[in-house]
């Protein structure tokens, strides 16, 4: 009960920090700077969360391969950051996807290392609100969230949705709600990005099972409000049936509203497959997907309801990782975000 408390105390604070937040005005610029930032934002990060934490399980890794910082710093300011990251992979300082999760132990050359997911985090991330993978290979990570991360995947997201002129397409999102803070959090991103949700579906279980979790989803939208955030609250889905949110869309598009889908991606194929059974027509609608690979078969039963599909995809650990142009429309494709 008290470790209850405490996370939504936290929830509180940080929605009211997030609403609070300036808004960047410059997102372009933003992301500009940062990718002609990258080396030296790289080596002040090796700089404080490695080599001045020797507990750091990548200081070990930089140790058995004999690379001080100043052996970093040169290579890098000598050759760039690509070719040394290289480099480095070849030299052992790298992690596999069950070292990182620490689902088994670090070898190189014959030495061993135990460590476990927690151990990577950065120790220099005070934030409030947090995101957590979603599991499928492991228990899940909850990794947490600083305000200038906020900031920077807003700033992220604002780039990748202009280019869907989004001045005249309801936005419509299925998410998540307690006890993840991802609808949430994105909700209030949205809102404060000026483009909230027209609609936000969730998919959560009964009332009688989940009733404490809606409360405080309720309590802390209502936060976001009182604070100026135009944050909307979420339409709860029937269990295993998504055709509310096919029968919202084609509502809009009798309208002349063609929407934007911000969903996973096997939702919107779930969608799109209860607007085909409904005879409903939901075409041109723009599906923005993440959380699993768009395959092809995804893709056929979007593109038969007429919808345009595109991925996206994402870690919680890292962030962004690809995201979509209008160009992309074939495949799972993305682009590499540096």
Same mark, same amino acid.
């Given at each position: ?22 808004? *960047? ?52 300011? $000598? ?5 040394? @990251? *290289? ?37 220099? !991330? ?5 995101? $957590? ?6 228990? =899940? ?5 600083? #305000? ?8 992220? $997201?604002?780039? #990748? #949705? ?15 709600? #307690? ?41 802390? @939208?209502? &936060?976001?409000?009182?604070? =100026? ?7 709860? @889905? ?6 509310? !949110? ?17 969903? =996973? ?11 085909? &059974? ?9 599906? !923005? ?5 768009? $395959? ?9 309801? =007429? ?15 690809? !995201? ?15």
């Amino acid at each position: 009960m008290l470790r209850e408390a405490s996370y939504y105390s936290r929830m509180t604070l940080g929605v009211y920090r997030l609403a609070r937040l300036p808004l *960047e005005n410059d997102a372009p610029g933003l992301v500009r700077r940062m990718i002609e930032n990258r080396e030296s934002n790289f080596l002040d990060l090796m700089h404080r969360v490695v080599f001045a934490n020797p507990s750091n399980p990548y200081y070990t890794l930089f140790q058995w391969a004999g690379c001080t910082y100043g052996d970093l710093e040169r290579a890098v300011r $000598t050759n760039g950051l690509e070719p040394t @990251l *290289e480099s480095l992979r070849k030299g052992g300082v790298y992690l596999a996807h069950d070292e990182f999760k620490g689902k088994r132990a670090i070898e190189r050359s014959g030495r061993q290392m135990v460590v476990k997911s927690d151990d990577f985090a950065n120790p220099l !991330v005070k934030g409030l609100l947090h995101t $957590t993978s979603g599991g499928s290979r492991s228990r =899940g990570t909850t990794t947490w969230r600083s #305000l200038e991360f906020q900031i920077y995947r807003e700033a992220q $997201t604002r780039v #990748l #949705l202009a280019q869907f002129d989004l001045s005249r397409r309801p936005i419509v999102g299925i998410r998540s709600i #307690l006890p993840s803070d991802g609808g949430i959090r994105l909700a209030v991103q949205a809102a404060r990005r000026g483009l909230p949700y027209e609609k936000w579906f969730a998919v959560g279980g009964s009332f009688r099972a989940s009733g404490h979790y809606r409360t405080v989803t309720k309590f802390l @939208l209502l &936060e976001a409000r009182m604070l =100026g955030v135009p944050v909307q609250f979420p339409t709860y @889905l029937p269990h295993n049936d998504y055709s509310p !949110v096919a029968r919202w869309i084609a509502r809009r598009h009798s309208n002349g509203a063609r929407c934007l889908l911000w969903a =996973g991606a096997s939702q919107g194929v779930r969608v799109a497959a209860a607007a085909a &059974e409904q005879g409903l027509d939901i075409s041109g609608t723009t599906c !923005v997907l993440g959380g699993e690979a768009l $395959t092809e078969a995804k893709r056929e039963v979007l593109e038969a309801s =007429g919808c345009e599909a595109y991925a996206r995809y994402g870690i919680s650990e890292l962030g962004q990782v690809g !995201v979509p142009c209008r160009q992309m429309n074939h495949g799972n494709t993305v682009h590499f975000c540096r």
